[in-house]
């Protein structure tokens, strides 16, 4: 990665935190936990929340983003629609874990140490 896409990965990091909220994302969480790509959402939720854990900050951006496009009421399939409204934030929460596996598994092996 060279330092001008760093820079621009640490940019588009701070913009998607000032959209990222903590507050609206357990919310989330407590209203739709039946869905099954919340435990990936969880995890990855998880990632961008350790303290103790350092991620890159495009894998941050990455992450963020994608918790940010579920939590956030603007989808292109809105989620109030019965039966399909989940399936755009189950297909980005899904292209996220698929694109981030080694990281994930490298976050679960940490994880694991810990206890």
Do not use: C, R, W
């Not at 435990?39 to 941050?60: A, G, H, W």
């Not at 080694?102 to 140490?113: A, H, L, S, V």
Request: cysteine-free; overall charge neutral; hydrophobic content about 40%.
């Amino acid at each position: 990665m060279t330092e001008k896409e760093k820079q621009e990965a640490l940019k588009l990091t701070e913009e998607l935190k000032n959209d990222f909220k903590e507050d609206e994302v357990k919310s989330f969480f407590g209203k739709f936990k039946n869905l099954s790509f919340l435990e990936d959402m969880k995890l990855l939720f998880e990632m961008i929340n350790d303290k103790n854990y350092s991620l890159s900050p495009t894998v941050y951006a990455t992450i963020a983003g994608a918790l940010a496009y579920v939590v956030l009421p603007s989808d292109i399939i809105p989620d109030f629609l019965p039966g399909i409204g989940f399936i755009d934030d189950a297909f980005v929460i899904s292209f996220v874990v698929k694109q981030l596996k080694k990281e994930i598994e490298k976050y679960k092996k940490f994880k694991n140490k810990k206890h």
